[in-house]
């Protein structure tokens, strides 16, 4: 069984463990989630296909979310009411619990969640290579990049192996700003995934606030961020170019119209910060465009090109030096 996913099966009493550690060792590099449901059997998804996870388990019992949520707590939920109170529970290893129940109000802002509902574990794992092909298209067409794909397609995959390709193969500095605790997996300040020699990880931060922070503390020559949902982010990584920063973000979306559909994306294409697409698609592989040829909407494009070379070997240069 992959070393990242060890302490998974031990979330989950017998014979749901049990299972687990079954399902792992055999197929552990294709699942990637585990999903429990009051009153009905634990399923595992691959490749977005929802399978039982053993036929023969009984269904879940709302006691069992609520002792797997325990379990994933360290036996203190309280300690862990800010994240519940966003749906999830960030776990070592950088995977993620979602949760789902009845929402505790107050002062009309959620407090957090009561009778569980639903499970949803989704599993990190680092695939070092799975981002070659955007790594090679940024080294010969530098520029801002955004990674494009359907809900568990493996952005979040791809952007960590971007990351540590800026950072490593092209000898750049790299801010993360790792909101839910998924890219870098950092315990007691060191990443447990794979993200680069020189790149500085901010955990726990909301993406627009740790922006501004990587900017006028760390002076990275890209930030990274997981996910752009809000018009605030847009604000915050627009003024971070104005400071010469480039970008790696991911986004929602089965295909390049979905950006012009979308209020807070059709802001990043207006404000031209990106000038690379990188499309993931249904076999999970990666299309690489540039966004000004892609989708005519968006028009132009920046020249402050600096940084790496537009002449550059198109596979990408050798592994930096250590820094």
Not at 306 to 321: I, Q, S, V, W
Request: net charge neutral; proline share 7%.
């Amino acid at each position: 069984m992959d070393k990242a996913l060890e302490r998974i099966p031990q979330l989950f009493p017998a014979p749901y463990g049990d299972a687990a550690e079954r399902l792992l060792e055999e197929k552990g590099a294709c699942t990637e989630e585990l999903r429990f449901r009051a009153g009905v059997r634990p399923t595992w998804v691959s490749g977005g296909r929802e399978l039982y996870l053993d036929p023969s388990l009984p269904p879940a019992e709302p006691g069992l979310l609520e002792q797997i949520l325990r379990r994933a707590s360290g036996n203190s939920v309280y300690a862990v009411e800010e994240q519940l109170r966003r749906g999830y529970l960030s776990l070592p290893g950088g995977h993620r619990l979602g949760l789902c129940g009845t929402v505790c109000l107050r002062e009309g802002r959620i407090s957090t969640l009561r009778q569980l509902q639903s499970l949803n574990l989704r599993l990190a794992r680092a695939r070092p290579g799975c981002a070659d092909a955007a790594a090679s298209f940024l080294w010969a067409n530098p520029g801002s990049t955004l990674i494009l794909g359907p809900p568990g397609a493996g952005k979040t995959t791809v952007l960590r192996d971007l990351v540590r390709q800026c950072a490593d193969r092209f000898g750049e500095r790299v801010g993360l700003v790792d909101e839910r605790g998924e890219l870098a997996a950092c315990r007691d300040g060191l990443p447990q995934l794979p993200v680069g020699r020189r790149t500085d990880v901010l955990t726990g931060c909301p993406k627009a606030e740790g922006i501004e922070l990587l900017t006028r503390a760390m002076a990275p020559a890209w930030i990274a961020v997981d996910e752009i949902t809000s018009p605030a982010d847009v604000e915050a990584l627009t003024a971070a170019s104005y400071c010469g920063v480039r970008f790696l973000a991911t986004a929602h979306g089965a295909a390049r119209e979905d950006l012009l559909r979308r209020p807070v994306y059709r802001l990043l294409l207006q404000a031209k910060l990106f000038e690379n697409l990188a499309l993931i698609l249904p076999d999970r592989s990666i299309r690489c465009e540039r966004i000004e040829n892609g989708i005519a909407e968006a028009g132009g494009k920046r020249h402050d090109r600096g940084g790496l070379r537009l002449d550059g070997d198109p596979r990408g240069p050798a592994p930096a030096a250590d820094p």
